[in-house]
């Protein structure tokens, strides 16, 4: 073990609790300062952002850390928010974290001193010196709402609302009412509102891209689709992948559900985020939800909304969804730093001028996959710099890297351009590892076909990042990983698997691990979906 210092932790949310975990793992001194009077973060119905029946959009297999994981075979659910919040409560108990949280108390301002310390800023308690600093308030506010800037809506008589502030439907009934926005979030609390509203419209400036949140007749969730072979295809061969799943539906008829989603789709454009909830869609083909897209609201004139293609609408209440400021870390949190584009983070974490003192948590969202996942992986990375068993790379190799991953995202992500937490799961998790020293190696598993084809064919879970490498546990990992569900048929699998790994591992390793999942597969058939039943 490397050396100890004192870290300070704000916030006690998700990230906040297992950075604390993972620094306490490494001996560290840690205190963590937290505003509201419990942990929870976002999932604190009180004071977060969350509401009434909110659903997550991935399963427990990847909103679980790998220190208390569920067990390896449990049924993939998507938990409550009550739920996720009980998770949170028991794990922050069962490894001591409660007795280090200073809750109802706020961090001002965080501020690097010449000495190489940190200064903490703490509402009516003055300041406190640290070694290294991890601030776990992350993107989604409620103080900071994204609201679109739009003619006469200060002048509106009746009801307007954040998605930040909704708690239930109830203010809304009788209501006619526009819902402005189509995220996860919107997919929720629109199709409440619309349960208990005398006229519902959904305004959309774009269509968004959507899969489903269960698929099949076992009522998968659809997480089993973010898999490493999945996520290491190039643009060409994802678009090849979609034509060879569409293949399999060309005889079946869609449902008017699934005509809706696949219209959206087609029309989204892709390379945006990732729309997880098709739960609107119901009350979209029954009529109780009429939707406005493309449209974009232009100006207000008293109760009449006007559309940018002229057309209008009258309603007493505007609902927008429309998410929050997440493009910049908030000016004040850091004294004498701005950073207007999180972007310009050296893994959306550290500012280059701060080095290892400043970590960042929160604000690298992924498309797919798990943020649990993403914020533990960080942890481990931030714990270990604390420890200095590892070390950041040198400002100007920070800058390059920076900027090469800013070209990349900007590109991956064109269509969500204003949402810059947003990264790819996968190859974001496979940096983090990389620094951390727990990338599992596929060439290590070609003498184990069963773990091999799970890594490359099932989804990829944060226990994958436990096989190896500093604090793993490698059986309870294993068990995890072979345990998750292969998510294509085989037909899928021998026709990509070789392109797909061929970019990670080099020509004539990937034909050789391809031909181990190849043999595995032909003698586990019942580990699969069916052709017949895949995309259904």
């Known amino acids: 073990m490397g050396r100890t210092e004192r870290v300070c932790v704000v916030g006690a949310g998700m990230s906040g609790l297992i950075a604390m975990k993972e620094l306490l793992e490494k001996g ?46 449990e049924k993939r659910e998507l938990w409550t928010r009550g739920r996720y919040a009980e998770y949170l409560h028991a794990f922050a108990e069962r490894f001591g974290l409660l007795p280090r949280i200073h809750f109802g108390t706020a961090v001002t301002a965080v501020a690097p001193t010449l000495d190489g310390r940190v200064r903490v800023h703490i509402h009516d308690a003055g300041t406190q010196l640290f070694d290294s600093v991890a601030i776990c308030r992350g993107a989604f506010r409620a103080s900071a709402p994204r609201l ?19 708690k239930d439907p109830e203010p809304f009934r009788g209501l006619r009412v526009l819902c402005v926005g189509m995220g996860e979030t919107s997919a929720d609390i629109t199709l409440q509102i619309s349960n208990v509203a005398a006229a519902c419209t959904l305004s959309m400036r774009t269509f968004p891209e959507i899969i489903k949140r269960y698929r099949g007749p076992d009522r998968r969730t659809t997480d089993v689709d973010s898999t490493r072979l999945f996520h290491w295809m190039s643009v060409e061969q994802r678009a090849e992948f979609y034509t060879f799943k569409r293949s399999f539906r060309a005889t079946r008829t869609l449902s008017e559900h699934d005509r809706v989603v696949y219209e959206w789709n087609r029309r989204s454009g892709g390379r945006r985020s990732l729309q997880k909830n098709d739960d609107v869609v119901a009350n979209v083909v029954n009529g109780r939800i009429q939707v406005r897209a493309p449209a974009a609201v232009a ?11 002229q057309s209008s609408l009258e309603v007493d209440a505007i609902m927008f969804s429309t998410g929050y400021e997440e493009s910049s870390i908030p000016s ?48 481990r990375h931030f714990a270990l710099l604390c420890s200095g068993e590892r070390e950041l790379p040198a400002k100007s190799e920070m800058t390059r890297v920076i900027d090469e991953d800013c070209a990349r995202e900007e590109d ?34 070609l003498d184990d076909p069963e773990l091999l084809t799970h890594l490359v064919c099932s989804s990829n879970i944060g226990l994958s990042y436990r096989l190896q490498g500093p604090d793993a546990f490698p059986e309870a990992a294993r068990e ?27 020509p004539e390793t990937a034909h050789r691990a391809a031909g181990v999942i190849r043999t595995y597969l032909t003698t586990h058939t019942t580990d699969m979906p069916s052709a017949a039943d895949w995309e259904s």
């Open 412 to 445: 991956f992500f064109a269509n969500s351009k204003h949402t810059r937490t947003l990264v790819h799961y996968t190859r974001y998790a496979d940096d983090l590892a990389e620094l951390v020293g727990c990338l599992p190696s596929l060439e290590a598993y």
């Open 148 to 166: 679109p800037r739009i003619e006469g809506l200060d002048t509106f008589p009746g009801l307007v609302a954040h998605s930040g502030t909704y």
């Open 480 to 506: 995890a990983c072979v345990s998750a569900p292969i998510a294509d048929p085989y037909q899928a699998i021998d026709r990509f698997v070789e392109h797909a790994l061929s970019a990670r591992l080099g």
């Open 332 to 379: 004040g949190w850091l004294t004498n730093v701005e950073i207007p584009d999180v972007r310009r983070l050296y893994k959306h974490a550290f500012h280059p001028d701060l080095g290892r003192r400043v970590a960042l948590f929160g604000w690298a969202r992924p498309r797919q996959g798990g943020l649990p996942v993403l914020s533990e992986l960080l942890a």
């Open 299 to 309: 100006r207000i004139e008293g109760d009449t909304v006007i559309f940018n293609d």
């Open 28 to 73: 560290h001194d840690v205190t963590c300062y937290e505003q509201t009077e419990r942990e929870g973060g976002v999932f604190n119905y009180s004071t977060g952002v969350a509401y009434d029946d909110l659903r997550l959009t991935v399963s427990q297999h990847f909103m679980c850390f790998t220190w208390m994981p569920p067990p390896p075979r």
